[in-house]
């Protein structure tokens, strides 16, 4: 039989499949989530997310040198508060964990990226990510609030900031405040394209921010949603950001491959807790090869069209790539 083109030719070693692969997976596409929390010596575990840890500003220096080392060049941070209140108020104060743990990560390892997670949930008594009133969230309210998370997380050296609240016109208010106090050079990466998803639910545990009362369903996408995901990313570029990002990743790669046709900004996609553990739970019960799966699933992500990902396996595909195993 006599076939004109075999395509297991080019599959044949390790070495032809290697020349011929059409995405890779670098440590420099990678960003690595650090949760911070009040108090010293605090290294404590995620129940939910397995190798994730809570930490206290105290220890945080040594994670990022291992983070650094690992070639990643960014973390994103994100902030427990002592105490949470109604509008969240310790999300912008200086001596909130967040701006407390930056100096710290600019001192541990000064050429490493410091992007910063701006929402209230994390902090408000309600969960909510913005200002309840007559038992909504108000957008207009809470944009006020953002814009001051968003220049104090700036004055303590934060080199981007990442609205994920999905509030209206977010991108607009904290650009303003930034300009308007002389950091027209902080960056903006807006959770642009941020759906209402079951696979937040880890994450919830660990930042204590699961809502109090209702979901997040009226300010967050519905899932069935592709074309409203172009209107979210255009008005974002309009009002200044950077990056867009898309959240979740894996059910959503459709949502990144036409977005990356729709806008020339960087584009990033956020691998988030419920992806992470899934992968975590089966691979502890033996039914899927971590490394494999973690790997094709960055894979599929980048091949859909990401420039970079979030993800709590940051620093374990680090590892394997460096080690040559894609
Ligand atoms: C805060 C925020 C959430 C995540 C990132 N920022 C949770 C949410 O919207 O409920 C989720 C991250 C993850 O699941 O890994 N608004």
Not at 115 to 133: A, M, P, W
Not at 235 to 252: C, R, S, T
């Amino acid at each position: 039989m006599e076939l004109p083109y075999r395509p297991r030719r080019l599959r044949r070693r390790e070495a032809l499949r290697r020349l011929v692969r059409e995405t890779h997976i670098r440590p420099d596409d990678l960003i690595y989530p650090l949760f911070v929390v009040p108090g010293t010596k605090i290294k404590d575990p995620i129940a939910a997310m397995p190798g994730m840890h809570r930490r206290s500003v105290d220890l945080v220096g040594e994670e990022v040198k291992a983070v650094r080392d690992a070639g990643i060049p960014a973390v994103l941070l994100f902030g427990l508060p002592e105490k949470k209140d109604e509008l969240g108020s310790e999300a912008g104060v200086r001596t909130g964990v967040v701006q407390r743990a930056i100096k710290q990560i600019k001192k541990a390892a000064p050429d490493l990226l410091v992007i910063t997670d701006v929402c209230l949930c994390g902090y408000t008594s309600h969960g909510h990510c913005g200002v309840v009133r007559q038992g909504e969230v108000d957008n207009d309210a809470t944009l006020e609030l953002l814009a001051r998370v968003a220049l104090s997380h700036a004055e303590a050296g934060a080199d981007i900031v990442a609205p994920s609240d999905m509030m209206d016109g977010r991108v607009l208010a904290i650009r303003e405040a930034l300009d308007e106090q002389g950091f027209e050079m902080t960056a903006i990466m807006s959770y642009a394209v941020k759906y209402a998803s079951g696979f937040y639910g880890p994450f919830r545990e660990a930042a204590e921010s699961a809502p109090q009362f209702g979901d997040r369903r009226s300010y967050q996408m519905d899932p069935a949603n592709v074309r409203e995901a172009f209107r979210e990313a255009a008005l974002d570029v309009e009002e200044g950001a950077d990056i867009i990002m898309v959240k979740p990743a894996l059910p959503y790669l459709d949502v990144i491959s036409q977005l990356r046709t729709e806008i020339d900004q960087p584009l990033a996609a956020y691998q988030v807790s419920g992806e992470y553990s899934m992968i975590k739970a089966a691979a502890a019960n033996g039914w899927l090869d971590e490394k494999t799966v973690l790997l094709e699933s960055l894979v599929s992500i980048k091949r859909a069209g990401a420039d970079m990902i979030i993800t709590y396996f940051a620093k374990e595909a680090a590892s394997i790539v460096s080690h040559n195993y894609l």
